[in-house]
């Protein structure tokens, strides 16, 4: 723990919560221990703290999340070989930059609303829950302690994907989806084919607005109402949302950052309508 400690003295203030969420959870699980298979990994976030599970099974996981509002949980990767301290380094630079830092891999979150499910896929090894909102101060939440620890051991038994009824892909800058799609419950198979990390945003259209009148908005939510979404996913990554969206017409919009640019993902052409009845 002298390489946390040793962190610590670096960064006074806001960046002690991330050392606390780490030391939170230095404990390695028994692998040898059989856990008993979730059905879900439910998380709940409030100002300043996740409750979470230390570990969970591998495989597809319902990752569901309950809040109070103005938060964006993602689950991250990281190599079985980070240590204590590079976990902590690594919410610090989640911090700072537009992007997910070296060596993390996003593997998606729930994106809009109070509470929320997406499906995603976890491998054994290490994980990091965390806030990736920013708040008036301009600091991600997971500076003020909004991250948790997760071990993903191996599973006994593994466990299918989801059935998709609509495949979607992200790539850069575009999605690649159906035109039309029905009304009702659905499952959305979402896969990240570009380089960057991507999320997906819906909102329905309210009625009598144009994609023109969303595109020259200001606040877009002038002429959308936001339903559901998946927070950012990294390359290569697949990742499942249910839906269940009434007939309308629907925006799909990603505001993930070019790192090159500094411009939001929709600004580079990343949006496209789409009608559901």
């Known amino acids: 723990m002298r390489e946390i400690a040793n962190i610590a003295s ?41 409750t979470a599970p230390d570990s969970i099974e591998a495989g597809w996981t319902r990752f569901r ?22 976990v902590a380094s690594f919410l610090v630079a989640l911090d700072t930059t ?42 991600r939440h997971v500076s003020a302690g909004e991250a948790r620890p997760l071990w993903v051991v191996p599973a006994g038994a593994p466990r299918a994907a989801p059935a998709a009824t609509m495949d979607l892909a992200l790539g850069d800058f575009a999605f690649v989806a159906p035109e039309r799609w029905p ?21 329905r259209l309210r009625d009598g607005a144009t994609l023109g009148q969303w595109m020259k908005a200001d606040d877009p939510s002038d002429y959308e109402v936001p339903l559901v979404g998946m927070a950012r996913i990294g390359p290569g990554v697949v990742a499942y949302l249910p839906v269940d969206l009434p007939p309308g017409n629907y925006v799909l919009s990603c505001l993930v950052a070019d790192p090159g640019s500094g411009r939001q993902h929709v600004e580079l052409g990343m949006f496209r309508m789409v009608r559901v009845d």
């Open 10 to 50: 670096l960064h006074r203030g806001r960046r002690l919560a991330l050392l606390a969420v780490v030391a939170a959870g230095c404990a390695r699980p028994d692998r040898g221990t059989r856990l008993e298979a979730p059905a879900d990994l439910l998380v709940s976030v409030r100002a300043g703290q996740v």
């Open 65 to 86: 999340v309950e809040e109070d509002g103005g938060h964006i949980l993602v689950v991250f990767r990281l190599p079985d070989t980070a240590s204590d301290a590079d």
């Open 98 to 139: 537009k992007v997910t830092p070296a060596p993390g891999l996003a593997l998606g979150g729930t994106e809009i609303g109070d509470t929320g499910t997406v499906l995603i896929a976890l491998a054994p090894g290490r994980h990091v829950i965390a806030c990736v909102v920013r708040g008036a101060d301009g600091h």
């Open 183 to 203: 009304a009702g419950p659905a499952m959305l198979r979402l896969e990240n084919r570009g380089r960057q990390d991507h999320q997906l945003r819906v909102g």
